[in-house]
């Protein structure tokens, strides 16, 4: 086996998530790196943050694969005054290159929602939104459960099957409720309350819910419980997977790297304090 350029990695991976498949308003693909400098170690990560990036360097990586985009938004400046900017320039004075796949990687099959989806316990899975260039692929997932469950049993199968946060899971609910047919979105899912509807499923599974989308989702669709998960963790099963997918395409061509996984963390939020019974007054 060969060591790949990074270039070469890079068109194995513009082949697993292709940027066609990415929203319009995304930016995901290749942020720095040196087209043909070597790639023996390649770290993935949901987030490419600071703590990410020392991470990559503590383990010798010269590729960074993160879900998230660096620079989403347009920028004007990438100086190190700014997190972003000093991710940049942490990244390039180091020889580390950062690639991105974000939306592109969640419309895949298997991608983002697929993972979140397997380790909650789902079968029989289906976009929750497919893509109008290929049904197959699309937004969050559809499926069921191998056996019916309780709702609270649900949510703690999910916290059991997701990394701990301070957030943990909230429910809305009926605790004893019968779900089956669940949806799942990895990442923020409010926008896609209609399709969750339309899908007419026992319980949604998603993270980043705001107050009033999901207030109006509850009584728009009542028997619909909501499983909110940490935005970070719902997106973190996917790494593993795209490891996979990666080292194998590679060897297909005669090519090798060693992955690794982020054990980090990025979740932003510290620790929880619950909320005394019998406090509204």
Not at 222 to 248: D, F, I, N
Not at 251 to 277: I, Y
């Amino acid at each position: 086996m060969s060591t790949p350029t990074l270039a070469q990695v890079v068109a194995v991976l513009d082949g697993l998530y292709p940027q066609a498949w990415a929203e319009d308003w995304d930016r995901p693909g290749l942020v720095c790196g040196d087209p043909e400098a070597s790639v023996e170690r390649v770290l993935l990560a949901v987030d490419p943050v600071e703590d990410v990036v020392e991470e990559a360097l503590d383990e010798g990586a010269q590729l960074v694969l993160a879900h998230h985009p660096l620079l989403l938004r347009g920028t004007s400046s990438v100086a190190a005054t700014f997190p972003k900017g000093r991710v940049v320039h942490r990244l390039v004075r180091s020889g580390v290159a950062l690639f991105t796949a974000h939306t592109n990687a969640d419309s895949a099959r298997p991608g983002v929602s697929d993972a979140l989806a397997r380790v909650v316990g789902l079968v029989d899975l289906a976009p929750l939104v497919p893509a109008s260039h290929d049904a197959a692929l699309g937004l969050g997932r559809v499926g069921r459960l191998e056996r019916p469950l309780p709702l609270r049993t649900f949510a703690e199968q999910v916290a059991q099957a997701l990394p701990g946060t301070a957030g943990g899971v909230r429910v809305a609910g009926d605790p004893d409720a019968l779900v089956e047919r669940v949806a799942v979105c990895g990442g923020a899912g409010d926008s896609l309350f209609a399709d969750v509807r339309a899908a007419g499923v026992d319980a949604y599974v998603t993270a980043d819910l705001r107050h009033h989308p999901a207030s109006e989702a509850r009584e728009q669709a009542p028997r619909t419980a909501l499983v909110e998960v940490s935005h970070w963790a719902s997106e973190w099963p996917w790494l593993h997977g795209a490891a996979e997918r990666l080292t194998a395409a590679l060897a297909d061509r005669g090519q090798s790297v060693t992955t690794s996984v982020s054990v980090r963390s990025s979740d932003p939020w510290s620790f929880h304090v619950p909320s005394p019974a019998g406090t509204v007054r």
